[in-house]
């Protein structure tokens, strides 16, 4: 029995037996409206016990809440006869299948790839590791942190005069579970053409290796090592400061060539009197060889630091608007909950999670007109087993 909605994937089913690395793949299905079913085992997945919890208690994780909103929740002991027998027949009608797993663990199962190929034909089998399923790391554990570090990000956040830092939210498992739910779309969209499944292979190291820009290239082409560069934006091994600090926060400046005359205006326009030669810097490439000197740079940067300090943040980026000049808060949380933009969009909706009660969630992303974006709350535990077990063979 799938759960009916108007949303764009309503036709499809996905099953999910991820960890940390990949429940965000199927989460983005839910909120498409796919028919996201959730495997747990019997009490429940780890991960409803991660923190954050809202209360004092096991029982109350806020990333539990996030990351499996709009799914339904069945329990299943994959090592016992009856309930692999189960999942297999789940295979039979769905068409996605999530897992992350080390390769070969659901092999050993009966549940890999190729034993449910001949069962189950149809179905997009998408396999999350962190290193992939082939190559001498393919059976190595790693975490968020070493998804960072094994792909190259982590060597380029930080101070360029101490060690590397980590991001400090999961991107490494965040991003890789995005290339994970567009990979089964493409590969659906495959279905379509052929009407056979495929094994989808999803390596976190190599998702990260792909958000590195031109980093890669700098290196490649011209042996460059791209440095740490702090509240800078890194150019090769040139840094351009980005981050100053204003009178309630921080803003982002992007002091790019195009925006030194017009930077100039806006300030000659407020009384700050700048003492800069807009079109010298406005001639000067934001990096190569023909570069003004470390003095000339902290004697610009004195002049601007002074212009943001005396202005608060959203008057900085309204006044910045108004000259063309590309700046930006530096947002909090609460700038975020808060924000008008996102609440003009009804970004956050209200959900009653059986766990933790009235909650204001993250809503779409994206905006779809004929199909609009499907916002529910996470599941108890096994909370729909009866609903989709009913009608398999053996239950």
Known sequence: MSQETNGALSRYQVIDLTA??????????????????????????????????????????????????????????????TDRERLGALCESA??????????AMASRGLGY????????????????????????????????????????????????????????????????LNAGSAAMIALHARHLTGQGQHVDVSMQAAMANTLGNARLYWEKDGIITERAGGARAFANRATRIIYPCADGYVAFVRVPASMIRLYKWMTAEGADPQFDAERWASIAIAGDNLPSDDEIAELESEIEQFFAARGAQALYESGQHFNVMICPVNTMQDIVDSPQLNARSFFEDVDDPMLGPLKVPGAPLKMSATPWQTRPAPMPGQHNEEILIGLEGT
Do not use: C
């Open 95 to 104: 068409d996605i299948l999530f897992e992350s797993d080390a390769p070969g």
């Open 114 to 177: 190729g034993d449910l190929r001949e069962r189950a034909p149809q179905l997009i089998y998408v396999s999350i590791t962190p290193f992939g399923q082939t190559g001498p790391k393919s059976t190595w554990a790693a975490s968020d942190l070493i998804g960072h570090v094994s792909g190259g990000l982590s060597s380029l956040v930080g101070d360029p005069d101490r060690a590397p830092l980590r991001p400090s939210v999961e991107q490494a498992y965040n991003i890789t579970a």
């Open 20 to 81: 940390e690395i990949g429940g965000l793949s199927s989460m983005v299905l839910a909120g498409l409206g796919a028919d996201v079913i959730r495997v747990e085992p019997p009490g429940g997945h780890p991960t409803r016990k991660r923190g954050p919890m809202l209360r004092e208690d096991n029982d109350s994780s806020l990333y539990w809440a996030q990351i499996n909103a709009g799914k339904r929740s069945i329990t299943l002991d994959l090592d016992d006869d």
